[in-house]
T-cell receptor
């Protein structure tokens, strides 16, 4: 069973559209992180959200942490082909010194 | 400031051979993590090490897999007697503190 469930698993949209991807859990996390991974490369950290209800913006990307700290969302405005990649959410496992990852959302932005 | 360095980037082994994957963390980082990624999947935790200590190896298969992070030199992930199911991308990440991870570009193991 997956501690962090990401949806959708695959998303293919046209350039200029908006989209939201989700990261959900039945467990409370002290923080959640979002990474982007491009083919043949390692994941790169985009953002860490720490406070319930927190919203962080990174240019056209908006990250939100749920009030109960069990879920997070990533909204992309006016998607561009450069946004294509695998988006992974991750959180520290309570009582353990490691991050667990969701299975990812594979995003394709078509020109 | 160099990032996390992994080598080799690609490794091909025949069944039964040994695979050694190396990871040099970012300068100043004392925490090293190894993750495995299968095609179209997320990252699965394998092991967390600090210098000369294995802190958490709960994600490591009980047999054939071992990891170390010696006082000097890179962290090594060693897979003995490889099988086809070991084919995957293996990522190393380092961190100055527990939390945000900086990943290398991965080592892609193919077992023939």
């Amino acid at each position: 069973t997956q501690l962090l469930e990401q949806s959708p698993q695959f998303l293919s949209i046209q350039e200029g559209e908006n989209l939201t991807v989700y990261c959900n859990s039945s467990s409370v996390f002290s923080s959640l992180q979002w990474y982007r991974q491009e083919p043949g490369e390692g994941p790169v950290l985009l953002v860490t959200v720490v406070t319930g209800g927190e919203v962080k913006k990174l240019k056209r990307l908006t990250f939100q942490f749920g009030d109960a700290r069990k879920d997070s969302s990533l909204h992309i405005t006016a998607a561009q082909p450069g946004d294509t990649g695998l988006y992974l959410c991750a959180g520290p496992l309570q009582g353990a010194q490691k991050l667990v990852f969701g299975q990812g959302t594979r995003l394709t932005i078509n020109p | 400031n160099a990032g996390v360095m992994q080598n080799p980037r690609h490794l091909v082994r025949r069944r039964g051979q040994e695979a050694r994957l190396r990871c040099s963390p970012m300068k100043g980082h004392s925490h090293v993590y190894w993750y495995r990624q299968l095609p179209e999947e997320g990252l699965k935790f394998m092991v967390y090490l600090q210098k000369e200590n294995i802190i958490d190896e709960s994600g490591m298969p009980k047999e054939r897999f071992s990891a170390e992070f010696p006082k000097e030199g890179p962290s090594i992930l060693r897979i003995q007697q490889v099988v086809r199911g070991d084919s995957a991308a293996y990522f190393c990440a380092s961190s100055p503190i527990i939390g945000e991870l900086f990943f290398g570009e991965g080592s892609r193991l193919t077992v023939l």
